[in-house]
């Protein structure tokens, strides 16, 4: 059983940065993909960030040239750097990732204040 868990969310001021990291257990196999969706309240959760075990990545729109995610050193771990955060950010953010099924963390609330 693969087992995801976020860290790094927290509270920051509008304009500021946050870095999440997400770290998979209990498998040795390398990841399909990863990803970090979000969830505002009173919305759909949302993609932000994918990245392919290839290297390929994928962003919302809404996120490019803001957000960057990326492989960690450590074996299924990925990171997801947030520059230039914005009010309209604030959300329960999840980490995704794909072996042979879908895997999803807990999820970790980032809070932008404007």
């Known amino acids: 059983q693969v087992r995801l868990v976020e860290s790094g969310g927290g509270l920051v001021q509008s304009g500021g940065s946050l870095r999440l990291s997400c770290a998979a257990s209990?498998?040795?196999?390398?990841?399909?993909?990863m990803a970090w969706y979000r969830q505002a309240t009173g919305k759909q959760r949302e993609l932000v960030a994918a990245?392919?075990?290839?290297?390929?990545?994928n962003y919302a729109d809404s996120v490019k040239g803001r957000f960057a995610i990326s492989r960690g050193n450590a074996r299924n771990t990925v990171h997801l750097q947030m520059n230039d955060l914005k009010s309209e950010d604030t959300a329960v953010y999840y980490c995704?990732?794909?072996?042979?099924?879908?895997?999803w963390g807990q999820g970790t609330q980032v809070t932008v204040s404007s």
């Open positions: 990245l392919t075990g290839g290297g390929t990545t």
């Open positions: 209990g498998t040795f196999l390398n990841f399909n993909t």
């Open positions: 995704y990732g794909r072996w042979s099924i879908d895997y």
